[in-house]
């Protein structure tokens, strides 16, 4: 059974993460992983917040972009979230949408070389060290906290391109993989990221995380309903993406049964606002979601922990939310 935590996201207010926050640790949940998009509430308020809400849950920091937060002020944030939260704190790093970085007026089509300075300096200056690094997109050049932070906080690299995943697995502590990821996809991605950390002479396994929506329910036309409707309002965007960049179309259709035609049409009858427990079907929707009573959900989940993930993010959605987290919590407890 991989390791269960909760997603949260900066579409919800600090307090409501403090709700659900609070809720995924009397269930049992290992963690709490945030998940900042551009333009939207940033999410070091919330992991605050939860920090101080919360004893023992991790509070894991992310997906920070570079091109939008330069990597010394990373550091200079989640080496004073972890003092607040205890030495809970992790951080996640990515390039971030390209269209919205695009806006900041800035080139974000080769990522790696940026997310590789990135690493550096980071993980540089967490260690309590200066850093000199003249890199070819971010630099910092004679740097260091004014302050000590705890020694090894963990650091996540975030994406699903190959070259990302080489660089997870030679300078991260592990890998962060998206929302509508088909297991298959996920399982050669923490091959690959698990592949090159080896080759790099790193001892031991880097974690695996991957985002997941959740809807479950002891009634399973309600839970089925509920994810229907979760999958179908991201499956065109998804859907849109896959023909920009091939590694996300790859994501949705590797080991599926699932062909192309069909995501179009759903894709199509989405967006022109057809209800989705009408368009979206069953195996559309398992695909990319754990869905139904709570056995069936951690059942589904045991399925990923085979194929490699570590660590499933799980969103809850709706008024019930705190209540399916409590749910889980105590199926997870029995099993």
């Known amino acids: 059974m991989p390791k269960i935590s909760l997603r949260l996201h900066g579409g919800m207010t600090s307090t409501e993460c403090v709700e659900l926050g609070k809720a995924a640790e009397a269930a049992g949940f290992e963690g709490i992983w945030f998940a900042e998009n551009a ?11 939860c920090a101080v809400a919360t004893r023992n849950i991790t509070i894991n920091a992310g997906v920070f972009n570079p091109f939008s937060r330069h990597p010394t002020m990373m550091a200079m944030e989640v080496g004073a979230l972890d003092e607040l939260s205890g030495g809970r704190a992790t951080l996640s790093i990515g390039s971030g949408i390209v269209s919205a970085t695009e ?43 004014d302050y000590k932070p705890r020694a090894g906080i963990p650091i996540y690299l975030a ?105 179009a049409a759903v894709a199509a009858r989405m967006r022109a606002g057809e ?10 929707a398992r695909a990319f979601a754990l ?13 990923y922990a085979k194929a490699g993930i570590t660590e499933l993010a799980l969103t809850f959605a709706g008024p019930s ?14 099993a």
């Open 159 to 263: 994406g699903r391109g190959n070259l990302t995943t080489k660089l997870a697995g030679e300078l991260a502590d592990g890998l962060l993989v998206s929302n509508m990821v088909s297991m298959a996809f996920a399982a050669r991605l923490a091959e690959l990221m698990q592949g090159r950390r080896k080759v790099a002479g790193r001892d031991g396994s880097g974690i695996v995380v991957q985002y997941m929506p959740c809807a479950v329910s002891l009634d399973s036309k309600s839970a089925m309903a509920a994810g229907k409707r979760v999958v179908g309002g991201m499956l065109p965007g998804f859907w849109a993406l896959g023909h920009k960049i091939a590694s996300a179309k790859e994501a949705l259709l590797a080991g599926t049964g699932i062909e192309e035609q069909q995501f």
């Open 39 to 49: 333009f939207g509430r940033g999410i070091l308020p919330a992991a605050a917040a």
């Open 321 to 334: 939310a705190a209540r399916q987290i409590a749910i889980i919590g105590e199926a997870f407890k029995r």
């Open 275 to 284: 209800d989705p427990t009408d368009v979206i079907d069953e195996r559309i």
């Open 103 to 145: 806006k900041l007026g800035m080139d974000p089509s080769k990522p790696v070389p940026g997310l590789r300075d990135t690493l550096t300096i980071v993980r540089t200056l967490l260690r309590g060290d200066e850093i000199d690094h003249a890199g070819a997109t971010f630099s910092a050049r004679r740097v260091k906290l």
């Open 291 to 303: 869905i139904g009573p709570p056995e069936e959900c951690l059942a589904a989940a045991s399925r």
